[in-house]
């Protein structure tokens, strides 16, 4: 009697190890500098392993860089839905955004570097998300201080964010607390200008 068959099972977790892997290497090296085996390597594949997951190495970048958008756009509904008072609503957009700053870096490092490598629709697309993203403090700042035109918040709103992350670019040698104490007067101050 021979032995039974056993079934292979899918590892539910690799897709995301896959990604882990991806957003090291790439905001590190580069784009074009990296391969599908560099990957694969990274995550403990091979990597033809990573095409069971993803279609090319564009479909791994273009994951990556709508789950950026994605948790940003999360975090400003939940803000924004949440039914607090504008003040408290525009502090959680800023927390948000500078949690995100600074625990998740290398994913803003490599959409700031990258985004220009994906084919121009997917482009297109995340610059929607982006534009709805930056819409959400927009009507935010507005509600807060009428008197500023819509040119004169968005210009606010897009140095704020611009300031929280500047932290993605440079190394402060800072402790995690006192980054995000220093983002968030940065971004406040942009904001209350």
Not at 124 to 129: E, G, K, N, S
Request: aromatic fraction near 4%.
């Amino acid at each position: 009697m021979s032995a039974p068959e056993t079934a292979r099972t899918r590892d539910p977790d690799r897709r995301d190890r896959i990604l882990r892997a991806a957003v090291a290497l790439l905001a590190e090296r580069g784009y074009h500098a990296v391969s599908m085996a560099d990957i694969g390597g990274a995550a403990g594949i091979v990597g033809s392993g990573v095409y069971r997951h993803f279609e090319s190495k564009s479909a791994v970048l273009l994951a990556l860089l709508e789950e950026v958008m994605e948790r940003l756009l999360r975090s400003a509904g939940d803000a924004v839905g949440s039914g607090r008072a504008d003040p408290e609503v525009l502090a959680e957009l800023v927390r948000g955004q500078v949690s995100f700053a600074v625990d998740d870096g290398l994913l803003l490092r490599l959409y700031q570097r990258e985004v220009h490598t994906l084919p121009d629709g997917d482009q297109r697309r995340l610059r929607r998300m982006q534009r709805h993203y930056v819409e959400e403090w927009v009507h935010t700042l507005r509600e807060l201080r009428p008197e500023l035109s819509d040119a004169a918040a968005r210009g606010r709103v897009h140095a704020a964010i611009g300031a929280i992350q500047s932290a993605v670019t440079w190394n402060a040698g800072l402790p995690r607390e006192e980054l995000g104490a220093l983002l968030t007067e940065c971004a406040e101050r942009c904001l209350s200008a």
